[in-house]
């Protein structure tokens, strides 16, 4: 068992949603509750943030150049040089106590996020598509609190993660329709509640355990935990590889709600995290569109 090491203190409310940019070796996350979209240069080891007017939820770069957001209230493309942002969709309009939460894209460049209520009601969310022509697919409804997303490589099955259930859901997926088919079980937790997550390039997932301080690596063909990476921050939220082999692992933490005596055993919580790993990771595909 290895322990991560703290990259950036930056205490984060809710730090979330982390995306690596191989064409700026860039990587950016997000404070969720701080409406902050954070950029860290390893290179230089500078750090930059931007606050923004709502939740920003979720961050992936995009192939036209700037960002795709997953914002409080919906899809937007967003500008890193002017600041501006232009909003897209919102799919939830009829639903003001739900926000959006975690999101990525798909090796196929399709941005995928889904929401949450804000106040913790159970089904009243769902997981959604930003297809390439800025078209919206449902892919899910009845859903709580939507979390991790990874795809293997080829494109043809998909991870997902409905945080309460602490299950990690398998997909086959048709790369070019994007239905979604053959719905079972990869892994289920015991302790801890799995939140974002990635894939290496052996087809193992790294998933972040809230409330446990840790992101352990899974084998979803087989459900056998394979190593596990302790962080000195409880709230563990999700992680993303980077670096120019793809073997920097980046975890973001949070902070929000954490007693003063938690925040005195852990003084770097909402921190950016790393650790080296063994095995490249896949790549954080940009959004096509």
Not at 155 to 179: H, R
Request: glycine share 12%.
């Amino acid at each position: 068992m290895r322990e991560a090491s703290l990259v950036i203190d930056q205490k984060a409310e809710l730090g979330e949603g982390p995306s690596w940019d191989a064409r700026r070796g860039v990587l950016y996350w997000v404070d969720i509750d701080g409406f902050k979209l954070m950029e860290y240069h390893p290179s230089s080891g500078r750090h930059y943030e931007r606050k923004l007017d709502q939740h920003v939820c979720a961050a992936v770069p995009r192939e036209k150049g700037g960002m795709m957001l997953a914002l409080r209230d919906g899809f937007y493309t967003y500008d890193l040089v002017s600041g501006e942002k232009e909003a897209l969709i919102d799919p939830e309009e009829d639903k003001p106590g739900n926000r959006f939460n975690d999101g990525k894209c798909d090796p196929l460049g399709r941005f995928w996020a889904g929401t949450m209520a804000v106040e913790r009601g159970t089904g009243e969310a769902a997981l959604y598509r930003l297809n390439k022509d800025m078209s919206l697919d449902t892919i899910f409804d009845n859903v709580t609190i939507s979390n991790g997303l990874a795809w293997t490589e080829d494109g043809s099955m998909m991870y997902y993660i409905d945080t309460p259930t602490k299950k990690v859901m398998a997909y086959d997926l048709d790369a070019g329709s994007g239905e979604i088919t053959g719905k079972r079980t990869a892994i289920t937790f015991q302790e801890g509640s799995p939140d974002g997550m990635c894939m290496d390039q052996e087809g193992m997932l790294w998933i972040a355990l809230h409330r446990l301080g840790k992101v352990e690596r899974w084998n979803p063909q087989t459900s056998e935990r394979l190593e596990t990476v302790t962080v000195p921050a409880q709230r563990t939220t999700s992680c993303v590889f980077g670096g120019e082999d793809l073997k920097d692992l980046y975890i973001t933490t949070a902070r929000g709600e954490l007693s003063e005596e938690d925040l005195r055993k852990e003084p770097h919580a909402g921190g950016l995290f790393h650790i080296r790993t063994d095995v490249p990771g896949t790549p954080t595909y940009t959004f096509g569109g």
